[in-house]
């Protein structure tokens, strides 16, 4: 059993930057595929980046302002925010798909595919 562990949440004012990490507690199987989501209040969780052995993907709202990276190991994942703006506000989770069926253009955004999980943690850009 995958577990995960977000950090790195703050509340920042709009321009800043942020970096957040996941820990995984094992190594994940090298054809992974993590993602790193978010959840707004009233808002359904969405997908912003995700990672696998072949690349990445990044949703339109934060393409060229994070960057999805990962440790050599493969157990510690990073999202670096940069030019945060008051709609990245939200709860952010990590999320592991160890067979990485999950990372395909059609799927990689949706919570389906991936089948660990961590808490989340709080990210919010004020004005």
């Known amino acids: 059993q995958v577990q995960l562990v977000e950090s790195g949440g703050a509340s920042v004012q709009t321009g800043g930057s942020l970096r957040l990490t996941c820990a995984a507690s094992?190594?994940?199987?090298?054809?992974?595929?993590m993602g790193w989501f978010r959840e707004a209040p009233g808002k359904e969780r969405e997908g912003v980046a995700a990672?696998?052995?072949?690349?990445?993907y990044y949703s339109d709202s934060v393409k060229g302002r994070f960057t999805i990276s990962e440790d050599h190991n493969q157990k510690t994942h990073y999202l670096q925010m940069n030019s945060l703006k008051p709609e990245d506000t939200g709860r952010y989770f990590c999320?592991?798909?160890?067979?990485?069926?999950?990372?395909?253009?059609?799927?990689?955004?949706?919570?389906?595919?991936?089948?660990?999980w961590g808490q989340g943690t709080q990210v919010t850009v004020s004005s």
């Open positions: 999320a592991a798909d160890p067979w990485g069926k999950a990372c395909t253009p059609g799927s990689w955004s949706g919570t389906k595919g991936y089948g660990y």
């Open positions: 094992e190594y994940i199987y090298h054809r992974y595929c």
């Open positions: 990672i696998y052995s072949g690349g990445f």
